[in-house]
């Protein structure tokens, strides 16, 4: 093998490792939540200081935890 088709070789290795890191990092921040593009209504409701799942202002216990709540 000579020296051109080795440093081909390498420079085509290194763009390729580039590229990975590129996209793994490109996936790493799809993966962060979004903001959801609809409203949600949390009137006559309370959230639980345990899950911070919403629940009716008449619970007494959170529906998804168990945890007690507050008023």
């Not at 921040?29 to 006559?44: I, K, L, N």
């Amino acid at each position: 093998m000579d020296q051109l088709t080795a440093l081909v070789l390498v420079a085509a290795a290194g763009v390729g490792l580039i590229a990975a890191i590129w996209i793994a990092r490109g996936e790493s921040r799809a993966t962060e939540p979004q903001e959801s593009p609809f409203a949600t209504s949390t009137e006559g409701m309370k959230r639980c200081p345990n899950c911070g799942r919403g629940n009716l202002v008449t619970d007494a216990t959170c529906i998804y935890c168990g945890h007690s709540l507050p008023g």
